[in-house]
């Protein structure tokens, strides 16, 4: 049982968009995809690791399992909780019964859900919005 951890957020926290660091020297590069790289504190890159043995290091993100995926961290989370929470890794490996278990929650939603993105179709242009994706069936 983990009695205490550093969950944190990964975009714009502990890991930033190269639009957002400029001077990469005390950067590490965790992310590197053909139009955009991502990167994270060389410091804190470094010590990862072993700061994670005394504190699991467990990420908590929007991100789809697949873009979590892409990030190159210095361990593998005991943990990790992707797709806004929709998906919990345990080492890397999806945890069945959460997801059984949120699937079950989100179903009971999944109309509202449904109307809630028809709607949001319809007003791309007004509000600016370029993308609307359904993220692990869970949320948009």
């Known amino acids: 049982m983990i009695e205490k951890a550093f969950i944190t957020d990964l ?13 990469t020297r005390n950067m590490t ?3 590197d995809q053909p139009r955009y ?15 994670d043995e005394v504190v ?3 990420p908590l993100t929007t991100r789809s399992e697949e873009e979590y995926n892409r990030i190159r ?7 990790a909780l992707v797709g806004n929470g929709a998906v919990l890794l345990k080492g890397g490996q999806r945890v069945v019964e959460w ?10 939603e999944h109309e509202v ?10 007003c791309l242009d007004l509000y600016n919005i370029q993308t609307l994706r359904m993220v ?5």
């Not at 975009?11 to 001077?23: M, N």
């Not at 790289?37 to 700061?51: A, F, G, I, P």
């Not at 859900?113 to 319809?122: P, Q, R, S, T, Y």
């Open 113 to 122: 859900l449904k109307n809630i993105e028809a709607k949001l179709v319809d």
């Open 11 to 23: 975009d714009g926290t502990v890991i930033y968009s190269h639009r957002r660091v400029g001077d």
């Open 99 to 108: 997801e059984q278990e949120t699937k079950e929650l989100i179903h009971k």
């Open 73 to 79: 961290f210095p361990l593998t989370p005991q943990y």
């Open 136 to 140: 692990e069936d869970a949320f948009l």
């Open 37 to 51: 790289q991502s990167y994270m504190n060389t410091h804190l890159y470094r010590n990862l690791k072993r700061w």
């Open 56 to 58: 699991p290091f467990i």
């Open 29 to 31: 590069c965790v992310e």
